[in-house]
């Protein structure tokens, strides 16, 4: 009800709000307080123009008593006392005394309460007035001291009426809720004053004066002098007055209670309590309380100057008395010197520069140039940028390239851009002789669009010297803002953004009286939105990013403004990644320490995590959402607007030296990662340091001959630990210590002395190798030689399919001597005789075996040949994750999930239950926008890796592969749908169960013409021993095939082309099958053209290779048997399923979590 009363009830409405609780207060009271104030509020107005005229006429007034004041109001002044000389007639005589309330200056029918609810009043308890009005209220307070009286009207309307002469310092100021402008009588105290203002003022008695000025008040406070800005010099006001209206617009809040004036900022945060002192609010000006109303004028210009990045305080002078941009405060000029403009901006003396012809209109010439290659490469992989200026209004636009070869296409954009922009085109464009600018198909280009190319003489950069002079300041604005907050180089694009954003709303010589701003778009800029480029500051986190217990908002620096948007660019310190936001707090006083990870305040360390609500600005909001700007590098936005952008991990260009790279932190934090071996959740193993010979500069055929040195598959691995889990063998795992030094050379080798261990007196000499050390070219041949030769004098056969698998057999029986006829067998369809299994992996070995004894001793000859870790059981390897119990073997790769979900951001998503939609199509060329390569193939990279231990992400990862050249938002869009699959299934794994007697067997399938743009089939297979998955492949076939029967034909084909690999990796371990390998296939043709080796009108096209499936089946060493399609394993390798089909087919593969015990049962 209160809300939407008229605006004439405001003032009872704030007096109802601080008197009455709202929370017990009924509808009956309101309106009755309501009704009362309308009645004295219409009576009032028919009886203002009798008291203001009595009120202007009033002479000199003589002390009154509280009786004689009692008796002249009701009309019984004492006869002997002189009231007043003088008296004017009003309506108090005009009608008989009320028979109600007594007085006469109205009936008895008009009074006020008369047949209206009757009030009761809650000070002397009677009816028929409120406390407010209660005269035994009055009197009681009434000062006992004589004080100048005057008429009660004047009370409602001259401010300091109430007060006694004399009472109060003429200095001193009251707040005021009736003026709309500061207002000061004292020229004395202005410290800048502009006579020039001369308008006159209506006060509050209605008088009207002259105002002989408007400017800058000087007060003295305990902080030092302050300067309250836009006050009105009125030379005969009788006190100084602080508007109530001028606090509110400036954001701040106040109100009026318990005998007290508050006012808050814009947080609700009290900042000054001041007491009422004979009904007024008088400000003592020594409370340090009060910078709510002023501002400080020694601390304003050097912060405007940082904001506006480090730009020159005169030209900051003519924006701010040209009123060229909105909200920008008193600058003022002055010889301080600023250190981040020293060091960013010291240049020799200028030379005289000649005036040259200008253009009239906009586009008439364009100047044009390029800056770079940059030593350290941006946050978006880019090494240049290329500027276009406008001559007639020095409008500046900016992009960023990777390469020179950029020019052309980027100029087309801009032409474009700007020609809709302005509505001309461009006639003239003005760049140096550099080879991106005079290209063939460029100067196609200028001619088929009428533009008049004007080039540099060569090795003449003044001719082009708008664009130079340009690329100077930019320059200078950048080094300038990262050295202020401290920032790597690596934000170079960002400083040079931000600072061509700020240049085009600074004023220049060029175009006189606007801004380039204003004279492109003729809108005026606005600076009430800048803050110091690199400041920490903290966004918010929407509710549904976040759960009730988390932080409600994240750390990061602030690196610029949004062009397409109204909020700021920041780069997230957690995330590594740049997104636009509109709710920010900014703390310009901080900044970064990449050293060590914390904010840095006024010379102190301060937490992460310290209150962001003590010290921070915050930046008002915006009624826009988060949405991307174009810039140098990738976006986060918000998935209802479009997909997600990543950037990539900060990337330098490689150092040449450890001098060099010794002065970039990530290159010490990588090379802290380098020496540092973790754990499986994390923790730190061992530290490692080691000296490396430079052998890049080694010449082959010189100083070293072959280099190659064999590391163990994947595949090879996951069948070792197929086969343990099979017989129950527990894997146990060892690390050489220093591998590569254990290499006999056979070359002679020199290398100079180590930095930091050159031998006294011998700085001449060098050292002659007696073995390996690492970054020789041969060092990892030379390792691999000696541990082969180690293993064949301990009896250790080696496979001739896989160079690093050793196998010792009974009694140093050789593969080559057994056959398949074995005998008691038992219940198990395998049978090996290998007492000892080695798997070797640079420095890494995997041993198991049947021979518990054989094992304790191949291991202590080990420990002998070589200095040796024994790690225990094997639990982490390559990344995966070994859990060995009684139940059987788990592998997986938890953490390494985590670590790619943390990486592109992916931690905190929503799950989905499949890694792609069903039926959904994916091409090269898709129209959509594309994407940062770079990104998209580190995400695909990854995501291959983890399908070491998960065969439900193959499908998907084969298919994003084959989009690496050039991927678009929508691929990148489902590479990030796998990713939330991920998310859910991160603890999954292969559980290999112990003893789960099976033979090997395999599923071959294909989706025929699967691509939507060559119409070639993919190719997939799985193959099982006990009861999981150990290998699997999705892969596009090479060739199109012309039918189904042919796809699946091919499949089949390189399915046993697989098999047979592994079928001699078995023997080679000693592991005999006693039936066929079987291959499983949901294809009746293709399994009758295997049978059939007649040729025919279907068939004779097929490239013979793939005839191996036919000879195979025919010599009985493989069979080929049909499984219906909803049986078929090797879908999931080929498309995509939907949800239960996905499910059944991923729990048959054995992938399940460490939690559900084993492999799930379908």
């Known amino acids: 009800m209160m809300v939407s009363l008229p605006e004439k009830f405001e003032p009872k409405i704030s007096a109802i709000e601080e008197s009455c609780d709202l929370k017990t207060l009924t509808v009956y009271e309101l309106i009755s307080k309501l009704q009362v104030h309308e009645q004295r509020t219409a009576f009032r107005m028919e009886d203002m123009a009798a008291r203001e005229s009595a009120f202007q006429a009033l002479p000199k007034w003589k002390p009154l008593t509280p009786s004689s004041e009692k008796k002249q109001q009701y009309g019984r002044a004492d006869k002997g006392k002189m009231v007043a000389t003088q008296y004017q007639p009003s309506k108090k005589d005009k009608f008989p005394p009320c028979p109600i309330c007594k007085r006469t200056n109205h009936d008895g029918k008009d009074y006020w309460y008369k047949g209206k609810p009757q009030v009761q009043c809650r000070f002397c308890r009677k009816y028929g007035h409120i406390e407010k009005f209660c005269k035994f209220k009055e009197n009681q307070y009434r000062p006992k001291q004589q004080q100048a009286q005057v008429a009660s009207t004047t009370e409602d309307h001259l401010f300091m009426a109430s007060l006694a002469s004399g009472s109060v310092d003429k200095c001193s100021w009251f707040v005021d809720s009736g003026c709309t402008c500061h207002m000061a009588n004292n020229e004395a105290i202005f410290s800048e004053l502009d006579k020039s203002v001369r308008i006159k003022v209506k006060l509050g008695n209605g008088s009207i004066v002259q105002l002989e000025g408007k400017g800058i008040v000087a007060v003295q406070t305990k902080k030092g002098t302050k300067y309250i800005h836009d006050v009105l010099f009125i030379p005969s006001l009788s006190q100084n007055l602080l508007s109530v209206a001028q606090m509110l617009k400036k954001g701040y809040s106040v109100s009026f209670a318990n005998n007290a004036c508050y006012i808050y900022d814009s947080c609700g945060v009290e900042l000054a309590r001041i007491k009422m002192v004979e009904n007024s609010f008088p400000i003592m000006w020594n409370s340090p309380c009060l910078h709510a109303v002023y501002v400080s004028k020694s601390d304003e210009t050097p912060l405007w100057h940082k904001r506006y990045g480090h730009f020159n305080l005169k030209s900051l002078k003519f924006l701010q008395t040209n009123e060229l941009v909105r909200d920008l405060p008193e600058i003022h000029v002055n010889d301080d010197v600023c250190s981040s403009c020293q060091f960013g901006k010291l240049h020799r003396q200028v030379f005289p520069i000649n005036n040259s012809w200008r253009a009239s209109q906009k586009l008439e010439l364009v100047h044009t140039d390029v800056c770079g290659p940059m030593k350290t490469a941006s946050l978006g992989q880019n090494l240049y940028f290329i500027l276009f200026i406008d001559d007639y209004t020095r409008m500046t636009w900016v992009y960023f390239m990777s390469s020179k070869a950029q020019v052309f296409s980027v100029f087309k954009k801009f032409k474009v851009l700007v020609e809709n922009q302005s509505g001309y085109k461009i006639k003239t464009l003005r760049s140096d002789n550099g080879k991106e600018y005079t290209s063939k198909e460029f100067d196609s280009f200028c001619e088929d669009a009428g533009i008049a190319h004007q080039l540099t003489v060569p090795y003449t950069p003044q001719q082009n010297g708008v664009s130079e002079r340009k690329n100077r300041t930019i320059m200078e604005m950048a080094r300038c803002m990262l050295h202020e907050k401290k920032l790597p180089k690596n934000f170079w694009a960002e400083a040079v953004y931000t600072a061509i954003y700020l240049l085009n709303g600074l004023p220049t010589k060029a175009v006189q009286g606007k801004t380039p701003i204003e004279a492109w778009f003729g809108v005026k800029p606005s600076a009430h939105h800048l803050k110091i480029f690199g400041s920490i500051c903290y966004t918010h986190v929407p509710d549904a990013k976040r759960t009730k217990l988390d932080v409600k908002a994240e750390i990061g620096i602030l690196v610029g403004y949004s062009t397409k948007s109204k909020g700021y660019r920041v780069y997230n310190l957690q995330s590594g990644k740049i997104s636009v936001h509109r709710d920010v707090q900014v703390d310009e006083d901080s900044h970064w320490d990449w050293d060590k990870r914390v904010v840095v305040k006024n010379g102190d360390i301060a937490s992460v995590k310290d209150d962001v609500e003590a010290s921070k600005e915050e930046i008002p909001a915006s009624n826009v959402a988060d949405v991307d700007a174009h810039h140098d590098s990738p976006v986060m936005k918000t998935k209802s607007l479009s997909e997600i952008y990543e950037r990539c991990n900060l990337a330098v260009l490689e150092p040449n030296t450890y001098v060099e790279a010794s002065k970039h932190d990530i290159w010490r934090h990588a090379m802290q990662e380098e020496i540092t071996k973790m754990n499986p959740d994390g923790s730190i193993y061992k530290h490692k340091a080691r000296l490396v010979v430079k052998g890049y500069a080694q010449q082959a055929g010189i100083d070293y001959g072959d280099t190659f040195a064999p590391v163990a598959r994947h595949d090879t691995v996951r069948m070792l630990i197929a086969l343990s889990a099979n017989f129950g063998w527990t894997i146990y795992h060892m690390d050489v210590k220093s591998a590569f030094l254990n290499g006999h050379l056979q070359e002679d080798i020199y290398v100079q002395q180590p930095e930091g261990f050159i031998i006294s007196g011998h700085e001449d000499k060098v050292y002659k190798l007696k073995k390996a050390l690492y970054g020789l070219k041969q060092a990892p041949r030379s390792w691999y030689s000696r541990i082969d030769s180690f293993f064949l004098q301990q009896g250790f056969q080696r496979s001739e399919n896989e160079p690093t698998l050793y196998v010792k057999r009974n009694s140093g029986q050789s593969s080559k001597d057994t056959t398949?006829?074995?005998?008691?067998?038992?219940?198990?369809?395998?049978?090996?005789?290998?007492?000892?299994?080695?798997?070797?992996?640079?420095?890494?070995?995997?041993?198991?075996?049947?021979?518990?004894?054989?094992?304790?001793?191949?291991?202590?000859?080990?420990?002998?040949?070589?200095?040796?870790?024994?790690?225990?059981?094997?639990?982490?390897?390559?990344?995966?994750?070994?859990?060995?119990?009684?139940?059987?073997?788990?592998?997986?790769?938890?953490?390494?999930?985590?670590?790619?979900?943390?990486?592109?951001?992916?931690?905190?998503?929503?799950?989905?239950?499949?890694?792609?939609?069903?039926?959904?199509?994916?091409?090269?060329?898709?129209?959509?926008?594309?994407?940062?390569?770079?990104?998209?193939?580190?995400?695909?990279?990854?995501?291959?890796?983890?399908?070491?231990?998960?065969?439900?992400?193959?499908?998907?990862?084969?298919?994003?592969?084959?989009?690496?050249?050039?991927?678009?938002?929508?691929?990148?869009?489902?590479?990030?749908?796998?990713?939330?699959?991920?998310?859910?299934?991160?603890?999954?794994?292969?559980?290999?169960?112990?003893?789960?007697?099976?033979?090997?067997?395999?599923?071959?399938?294909s989706d025929w013409a699967g691509s939507h743009e060559d119409a070639k089939s993919t190719t997939g297979f799985v193959f099982f021993f006990g009861s999981a998955a150990f290998s699997w492949m999705s892969r596009k076939q090479e060739v199109v095939a012309q039918s189904t029967a042919e796809a699946e034909y091919i499949a089949a084909a390189e399915t046993v082309n697989h098999a047979t690999w592994i079928n001699k990796m078995l023997i080679d371990m000693g592991c005999y099958q006693l039936k066929l390998c079987v291959i499983h296939c949901d294809n009746n043709s293709a399994i009758a053209i295997a049978h059939n080796p007649v040729q025919h009108g279907c068939t004779k096209h097929v490239n013979?290779?793939?005839?191996?499936?036919?000879?195979?089946?025919?010599?009985?060493?493989?069979?080929?048997?049909?499984?219906?399609?909803?049986?078929?394993?090797?879908?999931?390798?080929?498309?995509?399923?939907?949800?239960?089909?996905?499910?059944?087919?991923?729990?048959?593969?054995?992938?399940?979590?460490?939690?559900?015990?084993?492999?799930?049962?379908?």
């Open 820 to 1005: 398949f006829s074995v005998e008691n067998s038992g219940s198990n369809p395998f049978v090996c005789d290998a007492e000892l299994l080695v798997s070797l992996y640079v420095d890494d070995l995997l041993i198991t075996g049947s021979n518990s004894q054989l094992l304790l001793s191949f291991k202590a000859d080990l420990m002998k040949e070589f200095e040796m870790s024994d790690l225990g059981e094997m639990s982490y390897f390559l990344g995966m994750e070994i859990h060995q119990c009684e139940s059987g073997i788990f592998v997986s790769q938890h953490k390494y999930a985590l670590d790619v979900l943390k990486k592109f951001s992916m931690d905190q998503c929503k799950s989905v239950p499949t890694p792609l939609v069903q039926n959904s199509k994916l091409i090269a060329e898709d129209g959509y926008e594309k994407t940062d390569a770079s990104i998209y193939r580190s995400l695909v990279g990854s995501l291959l890796y983890l399908t070491a231990t998960r065969p439900d992400l193959m499908y998907a990862a084969s298919l994003l592969s084959r989009f690496m050249h050039s991927p678009s938002q929508a691929h990148f869009g489902v590479a990030k749908r796998v990713l939330r699959y991920l998310n859910g299934t991160s603890d999954y794994g292969l559980w290999f169960e112990k003893h789960k007697y099976g033979i090997l067997h395999c599923f071959s399938d």
């Open 1104 to 1162: 013979v290779k793939f005839h191996v499936l036919r000879n195979m089946v025919q010599s009985k060493e493989i069979e080929m048997v049909y499984c219906h399609s909803n049986e078929q394993v090797a879908d999931i390798f080929t498309k995509a399923l939907s949800k239960f089909k996905f499910e059944k087919f991923r729990s048959k593969l054995g992938v399940s979590s460490k939690n559900s015990g084993g492999v799930l049962k379908t």
